[in-house]
């Protein structure tokens, strides 16, 4: 019979179709309606200059499931979308464009290099929007935005301006972490910190009145002894009480210092003793100003030695650190070098060394702002789905630190403070002003700093809402119902947006935080583009579709878990897809009527594998729900993957082709079209969120072929798209739990007859006989389906009875009480008693026992020479020590695997005497 689907599915030839399908029709758009519940979510944004990793393809994926979710469940959804400025990296980005053409960003100057970026973010900026929509999300795009748009520049001012006028924002020359490469402030969680194989460096300090005795100080950086003004030891260190206080000559410079005492001191690090340079070193900063001890800059910005640096001005800091020990070597100063393991601070951004600076910077006092965060998730105004990482963000906001903010780079929100060139008063305003606030002098010169990118998208929630004007939007929509992000950026973004929220809007700016896990390869290591190890998701939309991309991404994903990932595992997904497709195509090609006729359906209509399916969906949409609402994606994925492949493709499908091809009569077969297509209708609903392009293509066929032929499946089939469509929800009138659990005999009885055939080499379309024997505290009648059984298993004769003796020379296979499992919770009990049940195949003139006997012996042999290797080489102590872990694992599960297969060619000669 002629069907309107393709024989093949091929989802180049729908998924752009159905995006501009839901774009043109505004399906994804939303506004204000107070008859409605909202649900909103903010996108985190990506970086301008992004392309979509996979990484982002696991957000976007989640996010999209949540919202099409709660779209269809009534909710009135929003999902905003935007781009982020990302300031270093889109400075990076232009600054490399223009060294191509050998222009170096002075050489534009501030306001022409500006402009550069600005025509880079209009050609380039709008990539990873486009790929997004690749993947089916279904954002809002009418309310897209920018972290340096009009609007968002005003929230940001804004804030700037409240924060600085409550006390919360202040300027001041501290120690910050300093990129010699990007020439700006870094904060705390923009150094990525990794241990180096590093040296000691012992190296003696001379005393002034006696230059034959001397004090050894250990160092790691021994290119910052240039600015050493003390050496400290602890008060407590005997070892050097008599020396206190006594003048030391720095060697090479000449320097003249004193021994100072300090409790910081770590008398068991090194010698005991440190020096103290007070303008490269966080904590000597701090010893520094606790002494009253001036700091001497040794360095340029740009990690260049300085004229305080000597003879060594002018030469790169690790250059100068080359030859500075050399001459030290050469002057005797040096004791002795000892390899030392320690931990370097990087640039998250250019991954170069940062160095512990001086500096004149903004910051955010985060102490006030931290407690209020804390307190939000301490009385739950804020839930972390998995609730482990709580206790992450907890620990951070305990002990942060204040918040740099500034940033010495050109592309970013500027900074609204002005200094007058008269009084050197500062004004911070959110417009320029005409005036000094102090002197009222007219010559102002605005601040040359931009603000730290995590500033802008701290306001996010709310800005993009159109704060700081009260706007519907916000009035509706804020505070958000959730944030689905990343764990690595807990500290970055999630925990600065709480703060934000709760000090600018007096509200936690989400109820609800998932935090996922990381796609690393299929070794466990972490995707880059230096190991070559990374997955194109673009690339695998093309080869195996979005829906298949996203299926398999969604099913691997465990609630916060890290995810092993290789380009085979989505070779999963395409297989549900196809299955799906092929289950349409039957469907369709069956619910088609010469002379249709609508009927209403009676509960007695209903045969036995109806109530069983019905029941099944029921069920399933009930778990598939409360896993959703859970934030359980990959269980809620699998509880319909697994009803609608094995429940219904492989059972329910297979046992209504009778009814389909030889029904019994027009009306019977009127109700089994009608269960098929209620059932896939409900299959189709549970599946968008998941796989929104094949099943809104399956719907609109669906639906067109339900009308046609006049099938009543107490649905409203008016809506004009799946995604706008109704969430299932669980139906009393079809649970029955005695239908579940006697198909799940029926199941085991089937497959038992199956795992014979299997065993014994005999081919699906040999007919057998077949006896089952039922204990006598059996509490089900197997009689009645004696047809459906012969059907599905292939059988000729059986017999079906109370304790029946087995045969000779048949295979037997036994079905207990813990075998019958229908899915649900069965904590109180089951509702019959199976007792047991054994399944007699007579094997006389199916096979023959010797020639099958001597198959499975050599076959046993061979399965045993394997498992002796495998054995032998887990069994070798160099191979458990060399291989690499996922090697060893997986000759662990070989053993597994072959102990497995051996114990069944065991219990398959039993059966053959």
Not at 339 to 365: A, L, M, N
Request: charged share 25%.
């Amino acid at each position: 019979m002629q069907t309107i689907l393709s024989t093949q599915y091929n989802p180049k030839e729908i998924e752009d179709k159905w995006y501009r399908f839901w774009e043109e029709k505004g399906v994804f758009h939303s506004i204000p309606d107070s008859s409605r519940k909202p649900y909103a979510i903010v996108i985190p944004p990506p970086n301008v200059t992004g392309v979509l990793h996979m990484g982002h393809a696991l957000n976007n994926i989640i996010q999209d499931i949540v919202i099409r979710w709660r779209r269809m469940q009534g909710y009135n959804a929003l999902w905003i979308p935007g781009t982020d400025h990302a300031g270093i990296a889109t400075q990076n980005v232009v600054e490399r464009e223009l060294a191509v053409k050998h222009i170096k960003r002075e050489q534009l100057g501030r306001e022409r290099f500006v402009e550069e970026v600005w025509k880079w973010k209009n050609q380039y900026g709008s990539t990873i929007i486009n790929q997004l929509k690749k993947l089916g999300s279904s954002c809002d795009w009418a309310r897209e935005r920018f972290t340096m748009d009009e609007g968002l520049s005003a929230a940001v001012k804004e804030t700037f301006v409240r924060l600085f006028e409550r006390g919360l924002i202040y300027k001041g020359k501290y120690m910050i972490n300093w990129c010699p490469r990007c020439c700006t402030a870094l904060a705390d969680d923009e150094v990525e910190h990794e241990e180096h194989e590093g040296h000691l460096w012992h190296i003696k300090y001379p005393f002034r009145d006696a230059p034959h005795l001397y004090i050894v100080v250990a160092t790691t950086r021994p290119e910052t002894m240039l600015g050493d003004v003390a050496v400290a030891v602890n008060p407590k260190d005997e070892r050097y009480k008599d020396m206190i206080g006594e003048i030391l000559t720095l060697p090479i410079v000449g320097r003249e210092m004193p021994i100072i005492t300090d409790d910081f001191v770590d008398s068991f690090f090194g010698t005991g003793v440190v020096k103290v340079t007070p303008a490269h070193d966080p904590n000597d900063f701090e010893m520094g100003k606790r002494h009253n001890l001036t700091p001497i800059v040794v360095m340029q910005e740009n990690g260049v030695m300085n004229e305080h640096a000597g003879e060594y001005e002018g030469l790169d800091r690790f250059e100068c650190r080359n030859a500075l020990v050399e001459e030290l070597k050469l002057k005797k100063y040096i004791e002795m070098v000892t390899p030392h393991k320690h931990s370097v601070g990087h640039c998250y951004r250019c991954h170069t060394v940062i160095e512990p600076y001086i500096s004149d910077q903004w910051f955010v006092k985060m102490r006030p702002l931290a407690d209020a965060a804390i307190q939000a998730s301490r009385n739950k105004s804020l839930t972390f789905f998995p609730e482990r990482w709580e206790k992450i963000y907890l620990s951070w906001l305990e002990n942060v630190r204040d918040w740099c903010i500034s940033r010495q780079i050109w592309w970013g929100h500027r900074i609204p403070a002005w200094y007058c060139q008269e009084c050197r008063a500062i004004t911070v305003s959110s417009s320029a002003p005409g005036k000094c606030s102090k002197c009222n002098s007219t010559t102002l010169k605005q601040d040359e700093d931009v603000l730290d990118t995590w500033f802008s998208s701290a306001l996010w929630p709310f800005s993009t809402m159109g704060w700081p004007k009260e706007t519907s939007e916000l009035k509706y929509y804020y505070p958000t119902s959730a944030l689905v992000t990343d764990r690595g950026i807990i500290y970055f973004w999630v925990a600065r947006m709480v703060m934000m929220g709760l000090e600018i809007m007096r509200d936690v700016p989400f109820s609800n935080v998932y935090i996922h896990g990381t796609i690393l390869d299929e070794i466990g290591r972490k995707m880059s583009k230096s190991l070559g190890n990374g997955i194109d998701p673009l690339v695998m939309i093309d080869q195996y579709g979005a829906d298949a991309v996203r299926f398999s991404i969604t099913v691997l994903t465990t609630e916060g878990q890290d995810l092993k990932l290789s380009e085979s595992k989505f070779e999963m997904g395409r297989n549900f897809t196809n299955k799906l497709w092929n289950a349409a195509r039957f469907i369709m090609m069956n619910l088609k009527d010469e002379h249709p006729k609508e009927i209403k359906l009676e509960s007695a209509d209903y045969q036995f594998e109806d109530r069983w399916i019905l029941s099944r969906l029921n069920l399933t949409i009930m778990v598939c729900t409360a896993s959703l609402e859970q934030f359980k994606f990959n269980e809620a994925a699998m509880h319909v993957y697994d009803f609608t492949w094995h429940s219904f493709c492989d059972w329910y499908l297979e046992i209504v082709k009778a009814r389909l091809y030889e029904p019994v009569s027009s009306r019977d077969k009127k109700v089994a079209q009608t269960v098929l297509a209620q059932v896939f209708d409900q299959i189709l609903h549970l599946l968008h969120p998941f796989v929104p392009f094949i099943t809104e293509e399956l719907w609109h066929n669906l639906k067109r072929i339900v009308l046609e032929n006049k099938i009543d499946i107490r649905k409203d089939m008016s809506c004009k798209s799946l995604a706008r469509s109704v969430w299932p929800t669980t139906d009393k009138r079809y649970e029955d739990r005695i239908a579940e659990e006697t198909m799940t005999i029926l199941q085991n009885v089937i497959r038992a007859i199956r795992n014979i055939r299997s065993k014994m080499n005999i081919k699906e379309k040999q007919k057998l006989d077949a006896l089952i024997s039922i204990s006598a505290d059996g509490e089900y009648n197997l009689q009645e389906h004696s047809g459906m059984l012969k059907r599905m298993a292939n059988l000729e004769r059986l017999e079906i009875g109370k304790n029946l003796a087995k045969p000779d020379n048949a295979a037997a296979e036994v079905i207990g009480q813990t075998d019958l499992s229908s899915g649900r919770d069965l904590s109180d009990g089951l509702s019959l008693n199976i007792g047991q049940i054994e399944v007699f195949v007579p094997l006389e003139g199916i096979i023959d026992p010797v020639a099958e006997k001597e198959r499975q012996l050599k076959h046993l042999n061979q399965l045993e020479n394997h498992l002796a290797v495998v054995k032998r080489k887990l069994e070798n102590k160099d191979f458990a020590a060399r291989a690499p872990a996922h090697v060893v694992t997986m000759e662990q599960n070989r053993e597994k695997e072959l102990l497995e297969q051996i114990q069944k060619i065991k219990l398959i000669l039993n059966d053959l005497g």
